[in-house]
């Protein structure tokens, strides 16, 4: 059985001028123990989805869903407490900026221990052990010391990894990690990177990570899902994905990376820009930018349906042949 | 070819107060730095967080004094004694790190585009605004959007403002602060061609501040890598990639995640993190996280020496 199953999930905002769809029929099954990375341009609705997840939006959001399976539970059926309560616990979430979830006032280890205390229980002394064991997991020098230490005196690649300690104190099954390293300095990166994986093999968790490194996706996820404008376009496993993109989106996007590119000449571009709220394009979001694009792209609406071997939002997506 | 900067052992320091008890500390944030730039070429500058890329941008382009060494600019040695002269500032101009903060809200982008014309040019209003469209124009930008205002572009658009701006006085010198770091995959492949575009029409010469080596391998013709404010690689690109010779180098290249599915490279794990600014190492900085070090490291700063095609700090080198 799936650890987290979505279904339809949209999240608009209500705007001077009517709603803004930021996230419009998401679907998203994550199994135990499986990495499942979340790519896309800024704005493309990647945080709004998970914080619908979360139930961390503000009131004024309108978030439909018909689907909401966490663990076994049916999210849609609980009240907002009792939603919030498995915040932490069951699921926990890690930001980009690790002064958005650790307190400036109170220590570190203060501040893990009331984790551990609200998710897991224990005596006083037990759960010291715990905050020490956790700090040493994530890597911590010196934990005893850490324990006492407020965020601002810990460099960024500390209060990161401060950060998920506290993510894990209440032993979640699901972590999601909203950019974690994207702050960081890229050697500090992949320790940390390799951090999350090394702590997601030995807790059994499973893992969204969202980002728009593609590199990092690449080097880290199983399935990969694809967002543009606030809908997925392509879903596939990460090989598959990385080696024939079958989305327009997603082939122009990854040609544009200069890795992947010939190494000289000019890169391939996708030409305009992503739609805003006011020129949403009435068929596919993507027609107005796709080199692939016919008539029927710019009135009717394509489904994200299952073809070839992925997931794919598009008439017209590219065969595994026509692939350079 | 002719050589257009040129810096020698250039020096950054800053005074930073501790509190109100202790004695104000030095950080040097550049110690040192030399290198020299043809036209036509780019210079890529990379390095961690703090290690004195944008102090380096800001001593190169005359908004900082240098507190030690010498800069040549256009052949002609910087007498920083002397306020730099209109011509000076002409020939070297900057793209700043943050695309957002770095435009004046208030201004229309005709006006921002225009000023510089209008300070250091004898040039007429027709003049300057019919070579304010050429600009617009040049940069991908329709010229209707002369009369707008910052606030209502995109990072990518706002980016080319800020090139445009820049490429105004017709300068030889680009120094580019992180210039595609905020901006989105597909729009950073749209400035990075309009850069190369511009290079070649322009001869322009460009030093480019990144931390994104796939970026740097992609425009560069020479590469230098900086810890701590220090050189501690420098070579053309094609060498250095295929071989780098310093151990943070060789860290840095290997922790960069590639987009490829199933390549995954060996990795260089590196120990800890960058040091504090304020409490320096000995001898070389690199040493606490460096997986070689020897006594010898932390007793004596390391040179930068010749080395196969490269020039290397690293007392150990060739090693790895
Ligand atoms: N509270 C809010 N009220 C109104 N609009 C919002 C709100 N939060 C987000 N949005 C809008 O929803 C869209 C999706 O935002 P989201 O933060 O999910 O993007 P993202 O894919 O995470 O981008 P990034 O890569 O920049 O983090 C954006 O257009 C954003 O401006
Ligand atoms: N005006 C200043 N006063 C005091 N210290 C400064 C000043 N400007 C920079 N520094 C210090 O000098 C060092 C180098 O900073 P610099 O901004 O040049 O780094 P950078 O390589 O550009 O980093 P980043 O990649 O984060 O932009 C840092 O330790 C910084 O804190
Ligand atoms: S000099 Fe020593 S410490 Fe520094 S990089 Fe070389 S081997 Fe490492
Ligand atoms: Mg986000
Ligand atoms: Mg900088």
């Known amino acids: 059985m799936s650890l987290l ?23 998203l099954t994550v199994n135990p123990n499986e990495i499942l990375a979340i790519v896309g341009e800024s704005g493309s609705g990647k945080s709004v989805a998970m914080l619908a997840l979360m139930n961390l939006l503000p009131p004024q959001a309108r978030i439909t869903c018909d689907e909401l399976v966490l663990d076994g539970k049916n999210l849609l059926q609980l009240t907002a407490t009792e939603r919030r309560r498995l915040n932490g616990g069951t699921v926990a979430m890690i ?20 984790a551990v205390k609200t998710h897991v229980g224990g005596g006083r002394k037990e759960r010291k052990e715990q905050v020490l064991s956790l700090l040493e997991s994530v890597g911590i020098p010196d934990p005893a010391r850490r324990y006492d230490a407020y965020p601002h005196q810990m460099s960024g690649g500390m209060s990161q990894r401060a950060m998920i300690a506290m993510a894990l104190a209440g032993q979640p099954k699901l972590l999601i990690a909203d950019e974690p390293t994207t702050a960081l300095d890229v050697t500090v990166q992949a320790q940390i990177l390799e951090l999350l994986l090394k702590l997601q093999q030995q807790f059994q968790m499973g893992l969204i990570l969202i980002t728009h490194d593609m590199g990092v996706v690449a080097e880290t996820a199983q399935q990969v899902v694809v967002q543009y404008a606030g809908q997925q376009v392509e879903k596939n496993s990460a090989y598959e994905l990385f080696n024939h993109p079958h989305h327009p989106y997603t082939a122009a996007l990854l040609s544009a990376l200069p890795e992947r590119a010939l190494p000289t000449g000019l890169l391939p571009t996708i030409p305009g820009l992503v739609p805003g709220q006011h020129n949403r394009p009435q068929g596919c979001l993507f027609a107005p930018r796709c080199a692939y694009q016919q008539a029927r792209c710019q009135t009717e609406v394509p489904a994200l349906a299952q073809q070839q071997q992925g997931w794919i939002r598009c008439f017209y997506p590219l065969e595994t042949e026509t692939m350079l | 070819m002719s050589e257009v900067l040129r810096a020698e052992q250039l020096c950054r320091y800053y005074s930073v107060p501790q509190g109100f008890t202790k004695p104000k500390a030095v950080v040097r944030a550049l110690n040192g730095v030399s290198f020299n730039l043809q036209a036509g070429q780019t210079l890529a500058i990379v390095g961690e967080s703090g290690c004195g890329k944008s102090t380096l941008a800001r001593a190169l382009t005359l908004i900082e004094t240098p507190s030690a060494g010498e800069l040549w600019i256009d052949g002609k040695p910087i007498d920083f004694t002397h306020k730099p002269s209109a011509e000076l500032r002409r020939t070297i101009q900057i793209v700043f790190q943050n695309p957002y903060g770095s435009l004046n809200p208030r201004q229309t982008i005709q006006q921002m585009l225009d000023e510089p014309l209008l300070l250091n040019t004898t040039m007429s209003k027709s003049e300057r605004r019919q070579a304010v469209a050429t600009m617009l124009e040049r940069v991908g930008l329709r010229p209707e959007y002369a ?12 980016q080319r403002i800020a ?9 030889q010198i680009v120094v580019l602060d992180e210039p595609v770091s905020a901006l989105d995959l597909s729009v950073r492949a749209q400035i990075l061609n309009l850069l190369t575009e511009l290079q070649q029409e322009l001869g322009l010469a460009y030093v480019f501040i990144s931390h994104d080596l796939s970026v740097v391998e992609r425009i560069a013709d020479q590469v230098l890598v900086m810890y701590f404010g220090r050189v501690v690689e420098y070579a053309p690109k094609t060498t250095i990639f295929a071989r780098p010779q310093h151990p943070y180098t060789q860290a840095l290249f290997s922790a960069t995640p590639q987009a490829r599915v199933g390549e995954k490279r060996e990795r260089i794990h590196l120990q800890g993190e ?5 409490k320096p190492p ?13 006594t010898i490291c932390k007793d004596e700063l390391p040179e930068l020496r010749n080395l196969e095609g490269s020039q290397v700090a690293c007392h150990l080198a060739p090693i790895g």
């Open chain 2, 163 to 171: 090139i445009a701006r820049a490429l105004m006085l017709k300068p």
């Open chain 2, 274 to 278: 960058p040091p504090s600014p304020l």
């Open chain 1, 95 to 114: 930001f980009q900026e690790p002064m958005t979830s650790l307190n400036p006032c109170f220590t570190v280890g203060y501040q893990i221990d009331e």
């Open chain 2, 147 to 158: 009369e707008r205002y910052p606030h209502m572009f995109s990072g990518g658009q706002r």
């Open chain 2, 282 to 294: 000995s001898g070389c900085a690199f040493n606490p996280r460096c997986r070689f070090t020897q």
């Open chain 1, 5 to 27: 199953s979505v279904r339809n999930l949209s999240v608009a905002f209500p705007t001077q001028n009517g709603w803004f769809q930021a996230v419009e029929g998401i679907n």
